[in-house]
């Protein structure tokens, strides 16, 4: 009892250390920053002396989780304080405020080759770091919630040690998933060798497989990095510069409308990202514009958005683009502004339509490089991060190790191999207008579990609560919300039987792609209205369900469906479909 209450007092500094800890942190202050996480290693260093005084009973299980406890925090304040060393004196370049300001003094350009000739030296301790965060994990790993009550009185125990250990052993392995991807970083940005990257514009609110219809591109080229722009254009101008497109794969001649012929603007067929940029360069290859590319980014509008409420309001070609809600269409201003430049009739040839598009990027990323790194540059990497876990950024690199490290990352825009149960809703709109601007979508699966099969109610339902746009080229008119026609694809795992599938107006087929099953229909919203899809399968047997668990894979460029879930009647999910989703 008594070194207990040693043990408890000293860990309740370190406790009320962490928590202020974690309020500095929020400040951006590097020096604050590493002035507290000096002082609650050596609090902790004395809760650690004071703790092994009962490591004695280790043969006790209890005692023995407490151990690796103590020991896992130990390696993971290791790991935070290599971290600040490594990052302190570049702590300007990655948002931290800092007394210094001579890199804020530099030149636009200037900045960003700093920033990335000097990644390598930070990066240099990744290893060391890695190790002390496996060391942590081992002894985490070794902790067995199993053996706790689940409630201690009112306290929930075994769940929430359970919930702890896995989280931190996901962060660890997230870890372990992106050292590839930031050790090469550098090489990446032009370190040594210049690199040459395909920016890929997808309008997600004219829905396709990957994302959105591909409208624009652009060529950058970084040289130790320095970036430069080379050029952006309009897809279809792109699309002219081959002389013979081929004819249009059977899913185009089904489903689009009064297309015969192959175009790239038309090439993410294919769910799986690289499986669509295969497709791509099936077409770009033909193309007498092309460029040999070290690898292609895809973003959609929600970039330019986000960093619109960044930087603020921008000009590009003469035109102010902003983030407020306009409401002609109940959206962000740039959005409308755009399709109002790009899709309005008028009785003149519109040059480079849409090449206002690299214009903006161009001016928005000189705004991020032109401001102090402090002001901004944490905030936008923060969200450019998420805008590669919900999939509104998809990377591809011809490299193959940095390819795979994308995709361990899950940012590659892979369909993914996973041992349980599956489920990704694939949705295409071919020549519905804009009309995924202003159609809702929403998921309902219900798993039932018996003795002797696994199955499966999925409803989609999808509403268009606005009135038809004038689509009268003619007059004039701004053709956004119209009829949407809707190819979609439901991916289950491989085996599945297919027992019922209501509401496709066309045909329903099933096939076997990207070592999944697949159930296609095809579907029609009208403006004001709303449709229904009811299917009904049943799982393979190989699907193991103890434990069950379920893989739900997100759509890239979709940022509001609603997914609820549940199994045996229990609510495993009831929420907004942001990410790809494990459920357990």
């Given at each position: 009892?008594l070194p207990?209450?040693?043990?408890?007092?000293?860990?309740?500094?370190v406790l009320t250390?962490?928590?202020?800890?974690?309020?500095?942190?929020a400040q951006n202050?590097?020096?604050?920053?590493?002035k507290?996480?000096?002082?609650?290693?050596?609090?902790?260093?004395d809760?650690?002396?004071?703790a092994q005084?009962v490591y004695?009973?280790?043969?006790?299980?209890?005692?023995a989780?407490?151990k690796?406890?103590?020991e896992?925090?130990?390696?993971?304040?290791r790991?935070a304080?290599e971290t600040?060393k490594a990052?302190?004196?570049y702590a300007?370049?990655?948002g931290f405020?800092?007394g210094e300001t001579?890199?804020?003094?530099?030149?636009?350009?200037?900045?960003?080759?700093?920033?990335i000739?000097?990644?390598d030296?930070?990066l240099?301790k990744?290893?060391v770091?890695s190790?002390?965060?496996r060391q942590?994990e081992?002894r985490?790993?070794?902790?067995d919630?199993?053996?706790?009550p689940?409630?201690?009185?009112?306290?929930a125990v075994r769940?929430?040690?359970g919930n702890v250990?896995e989280?931190?052993i996901?962060?660890?392995s997230?870890f372990?998933?992106?050292k590839?991807?930031?050790?090469?970083?550098p090489a990446?940005?032009?370190?040594?060798?210049e690199?040459?990257y395909?920016?890929?514009?997808?309008?997600?609110y004219e829905?396709r497989a990957?994302?959105g219809f591909?409208?624009?591109?652009?060529?950058?080229r970084?040289?130790?990095?320095k970036m430069t722009?080379?050029r952006?254009?309009?897809?279809?101008a792109?699309?002219e510069?081959?002389?013979v497109?081929?004819v249009a794969p059977?899913?185009?001649l089904?489903?689009?409308k009064?297309?015969?012929s192959?175009?790239i603007r038309?090439?993410n067929l294919?769910p799986?990202?690289?499986?669509?940029?295969?497709?791509f360069?099936?077409?770009?290859l033909k193309?007498?514009a092309?460029?040999k590319?070290d690898g292609?980014?895809?973003i959609d509008a929600?970039?330019l958005?986000?960093?619109?409420k960044i930087f603020?309001?921008?000009?590009?070609?003469?035109?102010?683009f902003?983030?407020k809600?306009d409401?002609?269409c109940?959206?962000p201003?740039?959005i409308y502004t755009?399709?109002?430049?790009v899709d309005r009739p008028?009785?003149y040839?519109k040059e480079?339509?849409k090449?206002v598009?690299g214009d903006?990027?161009?001016q928005?990323f000189?705004k991020a490089i032109?401001?102090?790194p402090?002001?901004?540059?944490?905030?936008l990497?923060?969200?450019?991060?998420l805008?590669?876990?919900e999939?509104?950024i998809?990377l591809?690199?011809?490299d193959?190790?940095?390819?795979?490290?994308a995709q361990?990352?899950?940012?590659?825009?892979?369909?993914?191999?996973y041992?349980?149960?599956?489920?990704?809703?694939?949705?295409?709109?071919?020549?519905?207008?804009?009309?995924?601007?202003?159609?809702?979508?929403?998921?309902?699966s219900k798993?039932t579990?018996?003795?002797?099969?696994?199955?499966r109610?999925?409803?989609?339902?999808?509403r268009?609560?606005?009135p038809?746009?004038d689509c009268n080229?003619?007059?004039?008119g701004?053709?956004?919300?119209?009829?949407l026609?809707?190819?979609?694809?439901?991916?289950?795992?491989?085996g599945a039987?297919l027992l019922d599938f209501?509401?496709s107006?066309?045909?329903?087929?099933t096939y076997?792609d990207?070592?999944k099953?697949v159930?296609?229909?095809?579907?029609?919203v009208t403006?004001?209205?709303r449709?229904?899809?009811?299917?009904?399968?049943?799982?393979?047997?190989?699907?193991?369900?103890?434990?069950y668990?379920?893989?739900v894979?997100?759509?890239?460029?979709?940022?509001?469906?609603k997914?609820?879930v549940t199994?045996?009647g229990?609510?495993l999910?009831?929420?907004?479909?942001?990410i790809?989703?494990?459920?357990?």
């Open positions: 009892y207990a209450r040693k043990i408890r007092a000293k860990g309740e500094i250390s962490a928590k202020q800890l974690k309020t500095i942190f202050n590097i020096d604050l920053l590493q507290k996480l000096t002082e609650i290693t050596k609090q902790y260093a809760f650690q002396h004071e005084g004695w009973a280790r043969f006790i299980p209890y005692v989780d407490f690796n406890g103590v896992a925090g130990d390696y993971m304040l790991a304080n600040i990052v302190a004196p300007d370049l990655i405020k800092k001579s890199f804020v003094e530099r030149s636009a350009d200037d900045r960003l080759q700093t920033a000739l000097t990644l030296k930070v240099g990744l290893d770091i190790e002390d965060i942590a081992l985490i790993d070794a902790i919630a199993n053996r706790y689940e409630r201690i009185g009112q306290a769940a929430k040690i250990k989280q931190f996901g962060l660890a997230l372990v998933d992106a590839p991807l930031l050790k090469n970083l990446m940005f032009g370190k040594g060798q690199k040459t395909l920016l890929l514009f997808q309008n997600i829905r990957t994302g591909l409208t624009a591109y652009a060529i950058f970084v040289n130790n990095g722009i080379e952006s254009g309009d897809i279809y792109l699309d510069s081959i002389a497109h081929p059977p899913q185009i089904a489903y689009h009064g297309v015969s192959f175009f038309d090439s294919s799986d990202f690289p499986k669509s940029v295969a497709l360069n099936s077409l770009y193309s007498g092309r460029v590319y292609i980014m895809a929600k970039i958005v986000d960093m619109l603020g309001d921008t000009e590009a070609d003469g035109i102010v902003s983030a809600t409401k002609r109940d959206c201003q740039v755009l399709f109002d430049l008028v009785d040839v480079n339509r090449g598009l903006l990027m161009y928005l000189y032109g401001f102090s402090s002001k901004y540059w944490g905030t990497a923060q969200q450019m991060f805008n590669l876990q999939k509104h998809l591809y690199f011809v193959p190790n940095l390819e795979e490290a361990k990352m899950n940012f590659a825009g892979r369909i993914r191999e041992p349980g149960d599956y489920l990704h809703v694939n949705n295409v709109n071919f020549a519905g207008a804009k009309s995924n601007l202003f159609v809702s979508e929403s998921f309902i798993t579990i018996t003795k002797d099969k696994v199955t109610n999925l409803k989609i339902e999808y268009n609560p606005y038809h746009s080229l003619e007059r004039g701004l053709c956004l919300n119209a009829t026609r809707n190819w979609l694809r439901v991916y289950v795992p491989k039987k209501k509401g107006s066309k045909p329903v087929k076997d990207l070592d099953t159930f296609e229909g095809y579907l029609e403006p004001l209205g449709a229904e899809i009811d299917i009904v399968y049943e799982l393979p047997a190989a699907i193991s369900i103890k434990p668990r379920l893989l894979q997100k759509q890239p460029g979709t940022d509001t469906q997914l609820k199994v045996d229990r609510t999910y009831n929420g907004v479909l942001d790809d989703h494990e459920l357990k």
